[in-house]
């Protein structure tokens, strides 16, 4: 089955920070595929903008560069370039903006913020100011989108002054995954899951982020966030909605992000004692304080928690979530945990064994449903767990196995019009709301994050919380 490409209308896209790391490994990447796959027409522009004093010619050959990964067909990549345009513009400088409305059409003109969150409010203030916000006119703005819930409301009142609601589009990629769409086709889409999605049949839901890397280069920004502020706050948020959300009315973006706010809010607070943070240890070669130049920096680069749904379908049922920096393996995974069937008739010698659904979000993104068979052969009734796979590749055929990237779906659904896979303001508000207290807690009470080595699965502590209420992780596996 061959996935449709419906082209958008022509547009204008003006890339802030057009050089910079994301728009060379993401942002540019994401377009060019769109490009080749025929989604972006005849018509349509892509300014990229920075200090730098590039010229069309010299930036894309910046930009051809960092596509070289890519194998791209010399015709794709031809056609792609020639829409490129650059622009040298200080965001926080009145000149040159003029010079960026020139040749923009009436139609969609999007302004994507790719630059330091200081320089949010600067742009969006000239970009009124030089009046180049129409009516079709949208901004996208990268994470962090604010450090405490006091700075997420300021910047949302800077962008409000500008641009209506429904012209703001707060960017978790997470969101723009295939297989988080497809956790929702899934949930709403099939009679099977939905009457079984709640406390009665769900003894728990795990969701682990875990990354291989370290900071790397991001150690400055990092060790001012640490991976409450960095991915707890934001996409692990965003899972858990997903995850736990009523189902909406219609698959729209408002009555989508009006259920995953009501989840946010019906949290309870996190007690201290389900909370356990981490820090990649100095050992051999890797540790974080080394990598950040800090000695005695207690930024968290792992956190595991226990969080309530206060709500009818939740009460009762644990959600386990935990993110971290340098462990065994990349996995990004969602483990709904189902009960223990109530009465084993085939004997204590059969085992116990539960239903387990795992929404695989990287690496191979795909959807498993562990089942209870008998196992093969003579030797009576012994029971065994097969999963029933339903990995895209597989169901639709070998050209699905690469589902497109995040960025290429959530830039295209900007062009579109479609705010469903982006953050509405008061969602990102409620999350730090949620957030805050667990982080002043670590403050007023001058916690020290636990060392837990490269390469491992986190701080014992981590199993321990699941220990004690009888459970455990499910492995962290490539
Ligand atoms: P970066 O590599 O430091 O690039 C920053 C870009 O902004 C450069 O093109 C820079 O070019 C431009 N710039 C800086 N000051 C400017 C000014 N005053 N006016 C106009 N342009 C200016 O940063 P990045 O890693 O691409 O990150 C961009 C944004 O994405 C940040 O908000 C970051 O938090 C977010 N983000 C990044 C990643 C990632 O993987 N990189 C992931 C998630 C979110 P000049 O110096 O020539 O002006």
Same mark, same amino acid.
């Given at each position: 089955?061959?996935?449709?490409?419906?082209?958008?209308?022509?547009?204008?896209?003006?890339?802030?920070?057009?050089?910079?790391?994301?728009?060379?490994?993401?942002?540019?990447?994401?377009?060019?595929?769109?490009?080749?796959?025929? /989604?972006?027409?005849?018509?349509?522009?892509?300014?990229?903008?920075?200090?730098?004093?590039?010229?069309?010619?010299?930036?894309?050959?910046?930009?051809?560069?960092?596509?070289?990964?890519?194998?791209?067909?010399?015709?794709?990549?031809?056609?792609?370039?020639?829409?490129? =345009?650059?622009?040298?513009?200080?965001?926080?400088?009145?000149?040159?903006?003029?010079?960026?409305?020139?040749?923009?059409?009436?139609? !969609?003109?999007?302004?994507?913020?790719?630059?330091?969150?200081?320089?949010?409010?600067?742009?969006?203030?000239?970009?009124?100011?030089?009046?180049? *916000?129409?009516?079709?006119?949208?901004?996208?703005?990268?994470?962090? +989108?604010?450090?405490?819930?006091?700075?997420?409301?300021?910047?949302?009142? !800077?962008?409000?002054?500008?641009?209506? =609601?429904?012209?703001?589009?707060?960017?978790?990629?997470?969101?723009?995954?295939?297989?988080?769409?497809?956790?929702?086709?899934?949930? +709403?889409?099939?009679?099977?899951?939905?009457?079984?999605?709640?406390? /009665?049949?769900?003894?728990?839901?795990?969701?682990?982020?875990?990354?291989?890397?370290?900071?790397?280069?991001?150690?400055?920004?990092?060790?001012?966030?640490?991976?409450?502020?960095?991915?707890?706050?934001?996409?692990?948020? /965003?899972?858990?909605?997903?995850?736990?959300?009523? #189902?909406?009315?219609?698959?729209? #973006?408002?009555?989508?992000?009006?259920?995953?706010?009501?989840?946010?809010?019906?949290?309870?607070?996190?007690?201290?004692?389900?909370?356990?943070?981490?820090?990649?240890?100095?050992?051999?070669?890797?540790?974080?304080?080394?990598?950040?130049?800090?000695?005695?920096?207690?930024?968290?680069?792992?956190?595991?928690?226990?969080?309530?749904?206060?709500?009818?379908?939740?009460?009762?049922?644990?959600?386990?979530?935990?993110?971290? &920096?340098?462990? *065994?393996?990349?996995?990004? *995974? $969602?483990?709904?945990?189902?009960?223990?069937? #109530?009465?084993?008739? +085939?004997?204590?010698?059969?085992?116990?064994?539960?239903?387990?659904?795992?929404?695989?979000?990287?690496?191979?993104?795909?959807?498993?449903? &562990?089942?209870? @068979?008998? =196992?093969?052969?003579?030797?009576?009734?012994?029971?065994?767990? !097969?999963?029933?796979?339903?990995?895209?590749?597989?169901?639709?055929?070998?050209?699905?196995?690469?589902?497109?990237?995040?960025?290429?779906?959530?830039?295209?659904?900007? $062009?579109?019009?479609?705010?469903?896979?982006?953050?509405?303001?008061?969602?990102?508000?409620?999350?730090?709301?949620?957030?805050?207290?667990?982080?002043?807690?670590?403050?007023?009470?001058?916690? *020290?994050?636990?060392?837990?080595?490269?390469?491992?699965?986190?701080?014992?502590?981590?199993?321990?919380?699941?220990?004690?209420?009888?459970?455990?992780?499910?492995? @962290?596996?490539?």
């Amino acid at each position: 089955m061959v996935s449709r490409v419906i082209p958008v209308d022509p547009f204008d896209l003006v890339v802030f920070g057009g050089t910079g790391d994301l728009a060379r490994r993401k942002i540019m990447p994401a377009l060019f595929r769109r490009c080749a796959a025929g /989604q972006i027409p005849d018509g349509a522009r892509i300014i990229g903008v920075a200090r730098h004093g590039h010229d069309a010619e010299s930036y894309r050959a910046l930009i051809a560069e960092s596509l070289r990964g890519e194998g791209a067909d010399p015709c794709h990549l031809e056609g792609f370039l020639r829409r490129l =345009e650059y622009q040298s513009l200080d965001a926080t400088r009145s000149e040159g903006w003029d010079g960026l409305g020139i040749g923009m059409g009436q139609g !969609v003109r999007a302004f994507y913020f790719s630059v330091s969150p200081d320089l949010f409010g600067a742009l969006a203030e000239r970009l009124h100011a030089h009046g180049l *916000v129409t009516p079709e006119a949208r901004i996208v703005v990268e994470k962090p +989108f604010g450090h405490d819930l006091e700075s997420a409301r300021a910047l949302n009142r !800077v962008l409000a002054a500008h641009f209506r =609601e429904d012209q703001i589009y707060r960017i978790d990629h997470y969101l723009g995954k295939e297989t988080v769409q497809n956790l929702m086709a899934v949930r +709403f889409g099939n009679m099977l899951f939905e009457p079984l999605w709640n406390s /009665q049949y769900v003894d728990h839901i795990q969701i682990t982020v875990a990354e291989s890397v370290g900071v790397g280069a991001r150690g400055a920004y990092y060790d001012h966030a640490g991976a409450m502020r960095d991915m707890m706050q934001n996409h692990l948020m /965003q899972l858990l909605c997903l995850i736990a959300m009523e #189902p909406p009315a219609k698959f729209d #973006p408002d009555a989508v992000r009006d259920e995953k706010l009501k989840v946010i809010r019906a949290l309870d607070a996190v007690k201290p004692h389900h909370i356990v943070r981490g820090q990649y240890a100095d050992g051999e070669g890797c540790g974080y304080r080394a990598e950040v130049g800090d000695p005695r920096t207690t930024t968290e680069t792992y956190v595991a928690l226990r969080a309530h749904i206060s709500n009818w379908r939740w009460a009762g049922t644990p959600f386990y979530l935990r993110t971290g &920096k340098r462990l *065994v393996a990349r996995s990004s *995974v $969602i483990n709904v945990m189902f009960k223990d069937a #109530p009465h084993s008739i +085939f004997g204590e010698e059969a085992g116990r064994h539960a239903n387990v659904l795992s929404i695989r979000l990287q690496p191979n993104e795909g959807i498993t449903l &562990k089942v209870t @068979i008998k =196992e093969p052969g003579p030797g009576g009734m012994r029971l065994v767990d !097969v999963p029933l796979d339903m990995s895209f590749a597989k169901a639709l055929g070998p050209e699905n196995q690469n589902p497109p990237d995040a960025y290429e779906r959530l830039i295209m659904d900007v $062009i579109r019009g479609n705010q469903t896979l982006f953050m509405r303001g008061d969602e990102v508000e409620a999350a730090w709301a949620w957030t805050d207290p667990i982080i002043a807690g670590w403050q007023a009470r001058g916690d *020290v994050p636990k060392p837990y080595e490269c390469g491992s699965t986190g701080p014992g502590d981590a199993e321990l919380l699941m220990k004690r209420d009888g459970r455990r992780w499910q492995g @962290i596996n490539p």
